[in-house]
């Protein structure tokens, strides 16, 4: 994806700088030429290129700036399918269990894990030769009479609004206004997406939502940048609120804080990972296991890691030529393939397959937006959703890309799908319906639900 970073007359960075970091972000990124992007990277004086460029954006005071290529991703899908791909691999995995406590030996080491099943309430152990801590916000939770907090808990919020009424052709990195801290309007198929806040965090890990302060902060500046865009609370779709597993830095502030990733071993031989970010989750866990491999040598003495084992390619990936293949003579709109196709990568394939026998599931939710009943069958089969929230909120992005007077007709006929699947009847229904609507409602309480 392209991303304009642009230079206005105050900003620290000058277009100079902008060229310079753009090629040492591309260089050092990866040691493989073949993601390297440095070769389409383009850099602009003035404000005339722009005009053209980005017809939408503040031209006065505007130096200068440049247009590189990054990644976009949808956080939780590529979570999703890690997960599929370690159980496709021999992993089990367990959703919806609680850490309760600790099994330990008379030495005072780890031997189990007491834990619950929050769904059915039964309790039972884990056991392992080594217990690896990497629950991110929750860390400092799972480290049992540690000496010293270990996380920094900061806040990000985004917020949604339909591309159209915003204006922006490419993702812009932009400096906030305020206090000059970094932050993106980022388009997302029909949409775009402006975020994100970075502030520390004091509330409860599991009730995070966004706020009138928090959206407040995002329009002022981004009202600067594009002055013509409708930014107005009329026209937000929808917002969403996340915690950053920051490791503890005393003296910084939340933006300047590292994001470095920090692996250790506390006295009762559990063994941390915090902190990092995203784009390096595969380094993250590879250099966990080595971490074991040095100070644990017994556990996995018969295990061989390949140097660079993380650069290998994951199951669910995909070639553009090979998805075209696999629905050719398929009856599907474009828009629609192509959301399949960026979503689910080879799960698209089978999403596709299932329409042979019941195309009804192909019908679009909405008219002008490519989401199918067909994407909320293959979720429920293949990914474990117990609940209508895990389904429109963790497992897609309906649920801050719909507004909120448009919820209860996804999640009506989401949980009709439900329903079909695990047997429920219609009290249990109506529950799951309410319960994800109050949850809209909490991280939309801002919003004028009336009709435009």
Wanted: net charge neutral; aromatic share 10%.
């Amino acid at each position: 994806m392209p991303f304009s970073i642009l230079s206005y007359a105050g900003d620290s960075q000058t277009p100079f700088i902008i060229k310079i970091g753009t090629f040492l972000y591309d260089h050092l990124s990866n040691s493989r030429q073949k993601f390297k992007n440095f070769k389409k990277h383009k850099w602009y004086k003035g404000p005339e290129p722009w005009n053209e460029l980005e017809p939408e954006v503040l031209k006065e005071g505007l130096r200068g700036g440049a247009i590189y290529y990054d990644n976009n991703i949808d956080d939780a899908r590529l979570t999703l399918e890690i997960i599929k791909e370690a159980v496709a691999r021999g992993a089990v995995a367990l959703n919806y269990i609680k850490v309760l406590d600790y099994v330990r030996d008379q030495a005072g080491k780890l031997t189990a894990a007491k834990v619950e099943d929050v769904i059915t309430g039964d309790d039972f152990e884990i056991r392992a030769k080594v217990i690896v801590n990497a629950t991110g916000i929750w860390t400092d939770e799972l480290l049992r009479n540690f000496p010293r907090k270990v996380i920094r808990p900061t806040k990000g919020v985004h917020i949604a609004f339909h591309q159209k009424d915003i204006g922006n052709k490419a993702a812009l990195a932009l400096n906030h206004t305020r206090d000059h801290r970094f932050y993106f309007v980022i388009p997302r198929g029909k949409f775009t997406i402006v975020g994100t806040t970075d502030t520390d965090y004091e509330g409860s890990l599991d009730e995070v939502y966004c706020t009138k302060e928090d959206v407040d902060y995002l329009l002022e500046s981004t009202r600067h940048y594009l002055p013509n865009a409708k930014l107005d609370y009329d026209h937000i779709l929808g917002t969403y609120a996340g915690i950053r597993p920051l490791v503890m830095e005393e003296g910084k502030a939340e933006s300047k804080v590292s994001r470095n990733h920090s692996i250790f071993e506390a006295p009762d031989g559990l063994v941390s990972v915090c902190g990092g970010k995203l784009s390096i989750w595969r380094k993250m866990a590879e250099d966990t296991l080595r971490f074991i491999q040095i100070h644990k040598p017994n556990v996995f003495s018969k295990l061989k890691v390949k140097r660079n084992h993380s650069k290998q390619p994951i199951w669910i990936g995909l070639e553009h030529g090979a998805w075209d293949i696999g629905i050719r003579g398929k009856k599907i709109p474009p828009d629609i393939a192509e959301h399949l196709y960026e979503q689910y990568g080879k799960g698209g394939i089978e999403i596709v397959k299932s329409l042979e026998q019941e195309p009804s599931l192909g019908e679009r939710i909405f008219p002008d937006l490519p989401w199918i009943p067909a994407e909320f069958q293959y979720i429920i089969e293949h990914e474990m959703v117990p609940h209508l929230i895990d389904l429109l909120a963790r497992r897609m992005e309906i649920v801050w890309l719909v507004h909120p007077r448009d919820q209860a007709k996804v999640a009506e006929l989401a949980a009709k799908i439900m329903l079909q699947h695990y047997r429920w009847d219609n009290t249990r229904m109506q529950k799951e319906i309410v319960e994800y609507l109050e949850y809209v409602q909490r991280n939309s309480v801002f919003l004028k639900f009336e009709k435009r």
